[in-house]
């Protein structure tokens, strides 16, 4: 039969049911990632789960998101990991060698295979043909230890690009083009496979920013073959060797097909605070900007930031206008500096920033108040910038450099193009990546005094009471949930403290609220938890007593942290019983146990509105059973006493 790309790679790392839309499926997993903010917790819970070393082709520990050691907090984080890495067989990228997404890019990324991180843009490794997913710390510790990774089997939609982009036009506004038509859930539910004779104009780099920001649509992961231009990447990175060709037989089936143009697109701009708020650049040109940020992991690749030292090479940005920039990773910044283009960049004005996330989560460059702020990043959710007053807008480097010059948004078509040519060969220099020990068993785990124990559920009790806390709108992102501002990562490792801040975003009181009543649930409307995957978003609300979530919609990777954590994720049948809920009413769900085993529906009684309503639980039966026992830890724990492990 003839199978598309995503296909051929789930059938090579299929563990256990059928590829048929909607059904659970069970895959293998070549590789991990982990970033420092979720990855104390995925090593926590590496230990708690008992795995004496990873089982996986090969695992890697960034260090990039945490890097302001304001305290001691985030060096202790990094201490932890490093030493966790060394014990249990994880390859180790230190602090300085860039963000995730663009080292593995660069240096692990092999098509064919598969990836799972914990990080929601781990899709990014699909610009060279892995089928990359992001997903909670739980899942990410489970598949290290050689456990599979389960996922509902996703429609696969196949996107043909056809024509040529024109001059200015680049992979980010291929990728807010799709934003702008399917929305930021538009893509739940689905991967995103990427054909067309348009392909062959995009580089890696280009098809990771796409693959990157199918994140934001929602998306399972989202696919480029391998081809000749993967060759040639992998090539210029010495890594030939992990090539082979990815392509789509001839007539594959797709469950949709969507199709876009390059020769009409133009520049485009998300505008606050959504990414998928799209307008024309020229429909905001003249909008004056303060900040101008370039990098992240969507476009911080050498070639995006050659093209900005070329548009700013000789000139000097306004003096309202911050300019800053983080390269993705060292060999980005090293090839800058021995190319001349990082002074092009200096001497401009720009302010040049360590190799990581940086201002895309918050950490330093915090806008001042109701400021403007450009920014080449994948999210501009309400708040995550660090100030709440702030206008985020996205855009592609094109556009933030000359709007950087120019002192407002501005269309950049009015200037001669920029050409680069893609480098024959980067420098490979792995210096800051600490290989395994080959025996790590005498390696004690170094936790310092903020890393503390994450909270386990118990089996779930025979009916669940509890007061509604909260009724929230649609697209609450999982920077509502638990914000993660500069002030905030440092407790990724203190779920008690991490605590006083969830849902502040939405509600100030929530906290207290939640701890005075010992817990309750939580009401939403759409695509509830989109964004990150941070469990944490899970975790501490578990931490402060929430047993069940009622929502419209949920994202992926937010309801499947909520199950691993034991929450019930419960779903509207009826929008009216959601419109009709209101904070503090009283909600009790009897017979829970047998409710679960017998099918979808679970009765919810509001004890102070005087009525019943029926909500669904879609679930597998497995997700069911460990929703039963409390979580996924303590489910793989049962599992493992029931087969004589211990
Ligand atoms: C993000 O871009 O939101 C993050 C920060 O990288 C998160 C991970 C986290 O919250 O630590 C993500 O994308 O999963
Ligand atoms: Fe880092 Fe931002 Fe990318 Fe998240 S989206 S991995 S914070 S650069």
Redesign the pocket.
């Given at each position: 039969m003839a199978e598309n790309v995503t296909r051929k790679i789930i059938k090579a790392h299929l563990g256990a049911g059928q590829l048929v839309p909607g059904e659970e499926i069970a895959l293998y997993i070549d590789q991990t990632l982990t970033?420092d903010t979720t990855g104390t917790m995925v090593y926590l819970e590496f230990e708690a789960l008992g795995f004496p070393r990873v089982k996986t082709k090969r695992s890697v520990a960034y260090i990039?998101?945490n890097t302001l050691q304001t305290g001691y907090r985030n060096a202790d984080d990094h201490r932890f990991i490093q030493s966790a890495a060394a014990k249990y067989g994880v390859y180790f990228s230190r602090a300085g060698n860039g963000?995730?997404?663009q080292v593995h890019l660069e240096r692990f990324t092999v098509p064919g295979q598969t990836l799972l991180g914990s990080?929601s843009?781990t899709p990014t490794a699909g610009g060279m043909g892995m089928l990359a997913i992001g997903a909670g710390g739980m899942d990410v510790a489970v598949a290290m230890g050689g456990g599979a990774y389960y996922l509902n089997m996703p429609e696969i939609v196949k996107v043909h690009l056809k024509g040529e982009l024109p001059p200015w036009v680049s992979a980010k506004d291929i990728i807010l083009t799709l934003l702008d038509r399917l929305s930021v859930k538009g893509g739940v539910g689905k991967i995103f496979e990427y054909s067309g004779e348009g392909l062959e104009q995009l580089t890696v780099p280009e098809r990771a920013t796409i693959a990157n920001m199918g994140a934001e649509l929602g998306a399972t992961t989202s696919i480029f073959p391998s081809d000749e231009v993967t060759l040639q990447f992998l090539k210029a990175q010495g890594r030939e060797a992990d090539w082979q060709e990815l392509i789509a037989d001839e007539g594959a089936n797709y469950d949709e097909v969507i199709e876009i143009d390059l020769s009409g697109l133009e520049p485009l701009v998300a505008c606050p605070h959504s990414p998928d708020k799209v307008v024309k650049v020229r429909d905001l040109a003249s909008t004056k900007v303060n900040q101008v940020c370039i990098g992240?992991?969507?476009n911080s690749s050498y070639v995006d930031l050659l093209k900005v030292a070329k548009i700013l090479c000789g000139k000097t940005i306004p003096p309202h206008v911050s300019l800053v920039i983080s390269p993705g990773s060292r060999q980005v910044l090293s090839m800058l500096a021995t190319q001349g283009a990082l002074a092009d960049l200096i001497n401009a004005g720009a302010r040049i920033l360590e190799c990581a996330?940086g201002p895309?989560?918050g950490m330093g460059q915090a806008p001042a108040t109701g400021a403007v702020s450009l920014r080449t990043?994948?999210?501009n959710f309400y708040g995550r910038s660090g100030t709440s007053s702030a206008h985020v807008y996205l855009c592609s480097p094109e556009v933030a450099a000359v709007s950087a010059l120019y002192g407002e948004i501005t269309d950049p078509r009015l200037l001669e193009p920029v050409t680069v040519s893609f480098p024959e060969k980067f420098p490979v220099n792995d210096n800051l990546i600490v290989p395994p020990l080959a025996d790590g068993t005498k390696v004690e785990l170094i936790k310092g005094p903020n890393i503390k124990a994450f909270p386990v559920n118990q089996e779930l009790p025979a009916s669940l009471e509890g007061t509604v806390l909260l009724v929230m709108e649609d697209n609450i992102t999982t920077d509502h949930i638990m914000p993660s501002p500069a002030d905030l990562l440092p407790l990724r490792s203190n779920i008690p403290a991490l605590a006083e801040h969830c849902l502040t975003p939405v509600d100030e009181e929530f906290p207290a609220r939640a701890q005075a009543k010992g817990g309750g649930f939580l009401v939403a409307g759409e695509n509830y938890g989109q964004g990150s995957s941070r469990e944490h978003a899970a975790l501490v609300p578990l931490y402060l007593g929430i047993k069940g979530v009622l929502a419209l919609s949920f994202a992926r990777i937010h309801k499947a942290n909520l199950l691993n954590s034991g929450i019930l994720p419960l779903t509207f049948v009826e929008k009216e019983d959601y419109l009709c809920l209101n904070k503090d009413d009283q909600l009790v769900l009897d017979n829970l146990p047998q409710q679960i085993l017998a099918g979808e529906t679970i009765m919810v009684q509001n004890k102070t509105g005087g009525y019943s309503f029926s909500v669904k639980l879609s679930v597998s039966v497995r997700q069911k059973e460990i929703l039963l026992a409390g979580g996924l830890l303590p489910y793989t724990r049962k599992k493992a006493e029931a087969q004589g492990v211990s």
């Open positions: 970033q990039d998101h963000i995730c997404h990080d843009h992240s992991c969507t996330c895309c989560i990043f994948n999210r």
